[in-house]
Every structure is written in C-alpha cells, then in structure tokens.
C-alpha cells in the first residue's frame, strides 16, 4: 500500500532519500517533528492541512553506535 496506518491517527510511509524529503518540507516552511527516535530508522512527523499526522521513514544504513 502507498501509505500504512500506525496508532492512532498516524500514516506512515517508509521512502527512500528521507534527507531529501525533510530538505524540500522545510523549504516549504513545514513544521517536522523529528525527536521520536526509532532504532534504525532516520524518520520524522509533519502534518497535513486536514491535521492528520505523516510519519517518514527510512532504514538508517549507517546506525550510530551508542555507547553503554
């Protein structure tokens, strides 16, 4: 399917080149929420004009070891 329905009133869409994606959201002045980590994945939230939360994913190729 195109996009996937998470919890709650949330639709993911995993895509490729997410830096891409956030650069041309943020020059269209967007609002991402972006500090809901998940493990290895690089993802962020932005809303649609109806107010229905999207969330992005990608998998992260290049996870950061995070140290003990």
């Known amino acids: 399917p195109l996009w996937s329905?998470?919890?709650g009133?949330?639709?993911k869409r995993q895509v490729q080149d997410l830096p891409a994606?956030?650069?041309r959201l943020l020059q269209a002045e967007l609002p991402l929420v972006e500090n809901r980590a998940l493990?290895?994945?690089l993802r962020f939230y932005v809303k649609d004009p109806a107010?229905?939360?999207l969330e992005f994913l990608e998998p992260d190729n290049d996870p950061?070891?995070?140290s003990p």
Request: glycine letters at 16%; zero cysteines; charged letters at 20%.
């Open 9 to 11: 009133d949330v639709y």
């Open 64 to 66: 950061q070891e995070i």
């Open 5 to 7: 329905r998470g919890l």
């Open 39 to 41: 493990p290895g994945y």
């Open 51 to 53: 107010g229905n939360q």
């Open 21 to 23: 994606l956030r650069h």
